[in-house]
T-cell receptor, first 115, second 111 residues
């Protein structure tokens, strides 16, 4: 079956522009994670959904970042008034259930460049 | 201080060499993951382990819970093994399983 997909794969935004990044998890996966990976660094946790409920958004760096998963499947990460420090690869991962002991499946990521 | 530390940061090897990448962590964990990331961003899960040792093909992962240390070994390395290898953990007592990542080890295997 299809894996996790993300779109767009690449996004160039002017500083101050709003962007929306999409994640399509594997069908039936309950858990969905967003991670941010700066150049040369390991990914860092942003937010977690269990079905449509956003249970943890402690990793979102500012109130300009907003994520939703209204029907418990597709998720969108929105960044308002982008800044240069937002430039990174944004990774989405999904897991069947209770990702504590289950493998997470990653999407290819969206590379965001803010000019 | 990073909760997950990897060494080395960069590693260059000749084809056929035995490779070891190390990971140390400072928190209580429920599981440790080894991941592979190729240029372009895609991450693939190699192993998830909470004790002992796992083997898949030429890859071997071990973990010592008492010492809070894990190693990833690659036997008979090949240029196609060139990638970034990332160690990540899920916290003990956590309920959601989000990963805490190391910074990765960039491996380059020369023919």
């Amino acid at each position: 079956g299809a894996g996790v997909s993300q779109s767009p794969r690449y996004k160039v935004a002017k500083r101050g522009q709003d962007v929306a990044l999409r994640c399509d998890p594997i069908s039936g996966h309950v858990s969905l994670f967003w991670y941010q990976q700066a150049l040369g660094q390991g990914p860092e946790f942003l937010t977690y959904f269990q079905n449509e409920a956003q249970l943890d958004k402690s990793g979102l760096p500012s109130d300009r970042f907003f994520a939703e998963r209204p029907e418990g499947s597709v998720s969108t990460l929105k960044i308002q008034r982008t800044q240069q420090e937002d430039s990174a690869v944004y990774l989405c991962a999904s897991s069947f259930w209770g990702a504590i002991y289950n493998e997470q499946f990653f999407g290819p990521g969206t590379r965001l460049t803010v000019l | 201080k990073n909760e997950v530390e990897q060494s080395p940061q960069n590693l260059t090897a000749q084809e056929g060499e035995f490779i070891t990448i190390n990971c140390s962590y400072s928190v209580g964990i429920s599981a440790l993951h080894w991941l592979q990331q190729h240029p372009g961003g895609g991450i693939v899960s190699l192993f998830m382990l909470s004790s002992g040792k796992k083997k898949h093909g030429r890859l071997i992962a071990t973990i010592n819970i008492q010492e809070k240390h894990s190693s990833l070994h690659i036997t008979a390395s090949h240029p196609r093994d060139s990638a970034v290898y990332i160690c990540a953990v899920t916290l003990r007592g956590g309920s959601q399983g989000n990963l805490i990542f190391g910074k990765g080890t960039k491996l380059s295997v020369k023919p």
